[in-house]
Nanobody
Framework: QVQLVESGGGLVQAGGSLRLSCAASGRAVSSHSMAWFRQAPGKERELVASTNSGGGTYYVDSVKGRFTISRDYAKNTLYLQMNSLKPEDRAVYYC????????????????WGQGTQVIVSS
């Protein structure tokens, strides 16, 4: 079993930055693909960024050039650096892991964190 705990959310002005962290415990997740999803009120949960077990990354078009996903294998931690935040980035952000090479859909994920709220004021 893997437990995921997110942190780093909060309130920020448009144009500002936040860094989300997702600490994994229980088992090492170095062989897992990991991802950040987000869910805004009234909307479906969507993929924001992912990293496969080989280190490759993927970003949804709306965050390309602004967000960076990374992982620290020694700390068993996933990060999401979010720059140039926009009001439309407001959502609850979830960390997820899958015991496979790649992840892209919420239903594929084996483990989820509890979520961290990001609010961007205009």
């Amino acid at each position: 079993q893997v437990q995921l705990v997110e942190s780093g959310g909060g309130l920020v002005q448009a144009g500002g930055s936040l860094r989300l962290s997702c600490a994994a415990s229980g088992r090492a997740v170095s062989s897992h693909s990991m991802a950040w999803f987000r869910q805004a009120p009234g909307k479906e949960r969507e993929l924001v960024a992912s990293t496969n077990s080989g280190g490759g990354t993927y970003y949804v078009d709306s965050v390309k050039g602004r967000f960076t996903i990374s992982r620290d294998y020694a700390k068993n931690t996933l990060y999401l650096q979010m720059n140039s935040l926009k009001p439309e980035d407001r959502a609850v952000y979830y960390c997820a892991a899958r015991e496979a090479y790649v992840v892209g859909l919420p239903k594929e994920c084996d483990y989820w964190g509890q979520g961290t709220q990001v609010i961007v004021s205009s």
